[in-house]
Each structure stands twice: as structure tokens, then as C-alpha cells.
């Protein structure tokens, strides 16, 4: 299989697009006394898939591209 090239700077870019988004609405989710909800579910898979996003551009070995 082929090596996959590094994260790129966009990737980062919608991580923190969905984190500004996603976590107060978690927040909002969490903390009301009422049922989590859709909205609530799907601001936290946002959430997880931005961390997840994160921790692959932080734990794959960065090489330099190849031509």
C-alpha cells in the first residue's frame, strides 16, 4: 500500500471550525434537564470527529513528500 501524505492545513482548519461549533452546543446538550436529542448527537459525533481528526494529524510520522 501507499504511504499516506501528511494532514494538511485545512484538515486543522475544519477541526477547529467544528470544535468552535460543536462543543458549546455539547455544553448546551449536557448540562439541560431535558433528553440530549439529535441536535445534542450530532454536535458531539462533530465533536469526537474533530478530535479524531487531531489525533491522526498528531500521531502519523510526518516524511517529506516524494515525486
Known amino acids: 500500500m501507499r504511504r499516506l501524505d501528511p ?15 460543536g462543543v458549546p452546543r455539547v455544553v448546551l446538550a449536557v448540562f439541560y434537564d431535558r433528553s440530549v436529542g439529535v441536535e445534542g448527537v450530532l454536535s458531539m459525533i462533530g465533536v469526537a470527529l474533530a478530535l479524531l481528526i487531531l489525533l491522526y494529524r498528531n500521531i502519523t510520522p510526518r516524511t517529506p513528500a516524494r515525486r
Open 7 to 21: 494532514a494538511r492545513w485545512d484538515d486543522v482548519v475544519l477541526a477547529v471550525l467544528l470544535l468552535v461549533i
